[in-house]
């Protein structure tokens, strides 16, 4: 089944240029250069020909790329130049049908701005919907892993230190099983509440998936992320509510790694491994940032090498050992 999401942003116009995308005062000359050379045709071809249209275009680009403002200035600077182009014509008209030839495009035009800006605005409330969790409000899986690309770009520019958290609320299958899914959901929220009292405005929160969060700390040397974690569980013990805990796995890089997977996966590891300590524990390492290091398991080639090595030092050793034992002398 396709994705809500997805489904919803296929059908919105305009979605493929994005808002901000391109500088504004590039678009306003664009759309300045574009509506001269409109009016120019307009005024060789003459009032039996209409370019009402193409006179849209550059109203429509400004209000969606830039700012509503500036696309309501458009659409009055493209009405008053039509305007002047058909005085040019020995049989412009005069008085109430001047009049009406003046408001009817420049109300045309600001509908069309309207039209656009309310389009725009559902893109931008869809996408800020879509990056928020709507149960706990922190950022959602995607907006967090794209955040936390900007930030180790950041991290990487500047050589700078950064440390990444993971946390597993405890006991959240218990409270939905026992309880109900409602306390459940309130446990999430204390959790998410609780936590973010503890962190910079800086630093990236996001939930990954049921009862696990993570955060991004910019900047964190290894005892102040470590800090952040232990806060985190006096927080959730002795804060307002019901207490509870959380298994806590904290990376900390003293210089920024090329990629974060490596630095995701450790941390997920420590997670489980405070998880398997029962919980309310924080698990906490340095990582290398050695951009070659990889910590996946060796493949099956490596192993029956390393395994040969490992027998051949045996094999030395003991050969060693067999020449300096008077006892196994030979006979």
């Not at 998936?209 to 952040?228: N, S, Y």
């Not at 489980?272 to 990582?287: I, N, P």
Request: hydrophobic share 45%; net charge negative; charged share 20%.
């Amino acid at each position: 089944m396709p994705d809500r999401s997805q489904s919803l942003r296929s059908k919105l116009l305009l979605t493929r240029i994005r808002p901000g995308s391109v500088p504004a005062s590039l678009v306003l000359l664009g759309g300045v250069l574009f509506a001269v050379l409109v009016g120019v045709a307009d005024w060789l071809t003459g009032p039996n020909v209409s370019l009402v249209i193409l006179y849209v275009l550059p109203v429509v680009a400004v209000t969606w790329l830039t700012r509503v403002a500036l696309g309501v200035a458009v659409a009055a600077a493209v009405s008053l130049g039509s305007l002047l182009i058909a005085e040019l014509d020995p049989g412009a008209n005069s008085g109430g049908v001047w009049l009406w030839n003046a408001i009817v495009p420049f109300a045309f035009y600001l509908l069309v701005v309207w039209l656009v800006a309310g389009q725009r605005q559902l893109l931008e409330d869809h996408e800020r919907l879509a990056d928020v969790d709507m149960l706990t409000g922190v950022l959602s899986r995607r907006a967090f892993y794209a955040r936390v690309d900007i930030e180790l770009a950041r991290a990487r520019r500047e050589d700078g230190p950064l440390a990444f958290i993971y946390l597993d609320v405890d006991g959240l299958k218990e409270v939905n099983d026992s309880i109900s899914h409602a306390a459940g959901d309130e446990l999430l929220r204390r959790f998410v509440d609780l936590t973010a009292r503890t962190l910079r405005p800086t630093d990236l929160f996001g939930r990954i998936g049921g009862d696990e969060f993570a955060l991004l700390l910019p900047g964190a040397t290894p005892i102040q992320a470590e800090g952040v974690a232990d806060r985190v569980l006096d927080q959730l013990r002795h804060g307002p509510g019901v207490s509870s805990t959380a298994s806590i796995g904290v990376v900390a890089c003293t210089h920024a790694p090329e990629q974060l997977d490596g630095v995701v996966r450790l941390a997920d590891q420590l997670m489980y491994m405070a998880k398997r300590d029962g919980g309310g524990v924080v698990r906490a390492t340095e990582f290398d940032p050695h951009p070659t290091i990889d910590l996946r398991p060796p493949s099956r080639a490596v192993r029956e090498d390393q395994a040969v090595v490992g027998e051949a030092a045996a094999a030395s050793d003991g050969a060693e050992a067999a020449g300096g034992d008077p006892s196994r002398s030979p006979h």
